[in-house]
C-alpha cells in the first residue's frame, strides 16, 4: 500500500469512527493489515490535517473538519476557561494538559493574521498579527464562553 491508499485509509477511519489517539488509528490500520510505524503514523497525520475536536461528553477525538471564522472561535472556546488580551497577544487558560491540543488546532489553521503560538501546561498564548486580530479573537472566544 501506498501512502496515498493509506492516508486515504486514515480518513475513511476518521469520518467513520470518533477515534482520539494514534494508537487506535494504528490498530484500526493493523486490522486492515495495514501496518506503520509510530513515526510514519504522526506524519501522515500532520500531512491529512486532522485536528482534535471534543465532543458532547468532553471526549476529544480526530476530525477532518475544516473551520470557518465562527466555528474556529467555537473550537477554541471548547478547550478555553478563560481569555485575556494584552496588546497583540492572547492569553489563553485550558484544562491541564490541554494547551498543546489547542495550540496545535491554532497553528494547523494556517491563519496568517496569528503569527504563532507558545503552549504551557494549561496556558497558550497566542500571538497575532496585530491588536486589531487579538481584539476580534478576544471578543469571539469570549462570547463563546
Request: some cysteine; hydrophobic content about 35%.
Amino acid at each position: 500500500m501506498n501512502k496515498i491508499q493509506r492516508q486515504d485509509e486514515i480518513k475513511r477511519l476518521i469520518g467513520d469512527n470518533k477515534i482520539g489517539t494514534q494508537e487506535e488509528i494504528k490498530h484500526h490500520l493493523e486490522n486492515q493489515g495495514i501496518t506503520v510505524t509510530q513515526a510514519t503514523l504522526s506524519r501522515d497525520l500532520r500531512e491529512i490535517g486532522l485536528i482534535k475536536i471534543r465532543n458532547a461528553d468532553g471526549k476529544l477525538y480526530y476530525s477532518l473538519t475544516e473551520l470557518g471564522r465562527d466555528d474556529f472561535s467555537k473550537q477554541i472556546s471548547t478547550f478555553v476557561h478563560k481569555v485575556s488580551q494584552v496588546q497583540f497577544m492572547l492569553v489563553l487558560g485550558t484544562n491541564l494538559g490541554e494547551a498543546d491540543i489547542l495550540a496545535n488546532i491554532i497553528d494547523q489553521e494556517g491563519r496568517r493574521d496569528i503569527l504563532g503560538t507558545v503552549a504551557g501546561a494549561d496556558t497558550l498564548l497566542v500571538i497575532c498579527q496585530s491588536e486589531e486580530v487579538a481584539e476580534t479573537l478576544y471578543r469571539d472566544i469570549s462570547a463563546q464562553l
